[in-house]
Structure formats: C-alpha cells, structure tokens
C-alpha cells in the first residue's frame, strides 16, 4: 500500500484509541494561496502527533523513503526533549509500536521514556 494510504489507516486508528484525546495530521513547508505564501509547520516536523499522556511523534515513509536531514534533525530534537518518535512505512508496525508501549508501561500513566523506534 502506498505512503498516504498507510497514513491514513494509522490516523483513524489512533483517534479511535482510548490513550490519545488529541491527534493531527500536520502538513510541514509553505504553500503558495494566491500571490502570498503560507508558512505551516517546520520543515522536518512529524506528519502525524498524537496526545495522550504526552506527545507523541510519527513520521510515515514508504518502504523505500528515508528521512531528509531536516527530518533527522527534527527527530533529534524530539527525542532530546524526552519524547518518543515513531518512524514507520507501515500502520501494522505504528499498531504493534503502541501495543508494545502500553505493555511496557503496564497501562499507569507515567511520561514515556525517550526512544527512536526506528529510522
């Protein structure tokens, strides 16, 4: 399946999850409305953040992509702050991830260790 098909199928899943009370696909760069530019999020940023019992970080590539430097430095700078961020291709791999994490944490509300899963 393609990149935005996977997006989309990870986007319903984690709104339909009872951890995340918040979740936004974000659109990063600038885009052109009429004769202006529009300025969106950075360059680099996640395409997807969720909110539970803090933020939540998710970049989808393809099988083949590969994060731009601007996206590593973005990663960088997440994962200093102590958040995690999910590099996947796929909405099974972002699904086991989150399964893995709630065992991990045994379902109480602590602040998820800083952690790459994946580049």
Known sequence: MGEAIEQKKTLEYLKAHPEFWLVMRINSGKVRQGSHWIQLAPEGTPDIIAFGDCPYFFEMKSADGKLSEVQQDMRKKIL??????????????????????????????QKAKPRDFGA
Do not use: L, M, P
């Open 80 to 109: 200093d702050c102590g958040y995690a961020v999910y590099i996947s291709g796929t909405f099974d791999k972002v699904r086991k991830e989150i399964e893995n994490h709630e065992r991990r944490k045994g379902r109480g509300y």
